[in-house]
């Protein structure tokens, strides 16, 4: 599951490069914020997954020397989820639907 989170992580950013590099830098924007809001909530989920895996495979101080080793892998994504969520928004509502080409 975190394998296919980071696939799909890699996908969208890949997506919104090549929108950018066919569209240009002001038509592609909603591509970025796109993919930054899914990367954000992907990355979320990821590592939750991750520290469920590491309950189930010990307890005890070695499950929390793992909890610290993905505290300090799990640098937090940072994002103006607000800003990125109403561009999208407007842009969906402005063109009556999923229209970012």
């Avoid at 980071?6 to 830098?25: N, P, W």
């Avoid at 590491?54 to 103006?80: H, K």
């Avoid at 969520?85 to 969906?92: G, P, T, W």
């Amino acid at each position: 599951d975190v394998i296919i989170e980071l696939y799909a992580m890699d996908a969208s950013v890949s997506r919104a490069l090549k929108a950018t590099d066919l569209l240009g830098e002001k038509k592609s924007q909603i591509h970025r914020a796109l993919a930054k809001l899914y990367c954000f909530d992907a990355r979320a989920n990821a590592f939750q997954i991750l520290r469920r895996i590491a309950m189930f495979m010990t307890q005890g101080e070695e499950l929390d020397a793992l909890y610290n080793s993905l505290e300090v892998l799990d640098q937090r994504y940072r994002c103006d989820i607000m800003t990125l969520q109403e561009e999208v928004a407007d842009r969906m509502l402005g063109h009556e639907g999923y229209d970012v080409g």
